[in-house]
């Protein structure tokens, strides 16, 4: 349910089974991140592809996986979940030729506390980044996109995924993620989500760190000349 955001309104997840399916494509009719489901936005493995998202989570619970973002599934994917006290963002392709185990970038992270994350790819350059509150976390090499067609979600697993205990360059240590098959486990957000958004290009350092300065405080935000602004908030209509 809708709740006071990091800007405006924002969603409000329990910890028990709330999510949100964000795939775009369903033969049934149904959005409810079955196998009916897949999304054209999400799904497309591009080379150049920019997720942020702000979060507030209200409570950790340690050895669980709480998912904030799942796009993709058990063979290609991408998430970025909080698993004891971090938030851990990453991608994998298992299912590629050659597979790719996964990587993951991690920093710490707080309770009852507004926080922006970001994570960068940059395939021609073969390097993802996460940001977390403006500043740089981390970043590995190596990495490609490939696409997936699995179910999407946000606060919870869809349906398959792939977690690591571990991170950074070639460090991968399985942990239990998915909602679905083998290896299951409760995988439910307890917090609140706002501003998710997805873009096809690369975005700077400079400009993450000056969007995040001004959704923080937007009030102290200063402009000179004509100032558009525009906020694109979650809702559950």
């Keep these: 349910h809708q709740v006071v955001g990091k800007i405006g309104k924002g969603l409000d997840f329990d910890g028990n089974d709330d999510s949100v399916c964000i795939n775009n494509v369903s033969n049934d009719g149904d959005f409810d991140c079955e196998s009916s489901n897949s999304s054209g936005i999400f799904d497309g493995g591009y080379n150049l592809e920019t997720i942020s998202l702000w979060y507030r989570a209200d409570n950790f619970a ?4 709480q998912m904030l973002l799942d796009i993709g599934g058990g063979s290609n994917g991408i998430n970025m979940y ?5 938030i851990y963002a990453g991608a994998w392709s298992t299912g590629a030729d050659p597979a790719w185990a996964g990587e993951w970038l991690a920093t710490d992270t707080t309770e009852h506390t507004w926080h922006n994350a970001v994570l960068v790819f940059d395939d021609e350059n073969d390097i993802m980044t996460l940001y ?3 500043s740089a976390a981390g970043s590995v090499n190596g990495i490609v996109e490939y696409n997936h067609g699995d179910e999407d979600a ?10 690591s ?20 486990a409760d995988t439910e957000f307890d917090g609140r989500l706002d501003e998710f958004r997805v873009t096809t ?7 993450i760190k000056t969007s995040y300065n001004t959704q923080n405080d937007p009030t102290n935000f200063i402009c000179e000349g004509i100032c558009l602004t525009e906020t694109l908030s979650l809702t559950d209509t």
């Excluded at 340690?62 to 996986?65: E, F, S």
């Excluded at 697993?157 to 792939?162: P, Q």
């Excluded at 571990?166 to 290896?183: L, P």
Aim: aromatic share 8%.
């Design 154 to 163: 946000l606060g919870d697993t869809a349906d398959a995924s792939r977690c």
């Design 132 to 134: 977390h509150d403006g």
């Design 62 to 65: 340690n050895n669980t996986v």
């Design 201 to 207: 290009t690369a975005l700077s350092e400079d400009y």
């Design 165 to 184: 205990s571990t991170y950074g360059e070639d460090q991968y240590s399985g942990i239990a993620c998915n909602n679905s098959g083998g290896n299951t």
């Design 82 to 86: 909080i698993y004891n006290s971090k």
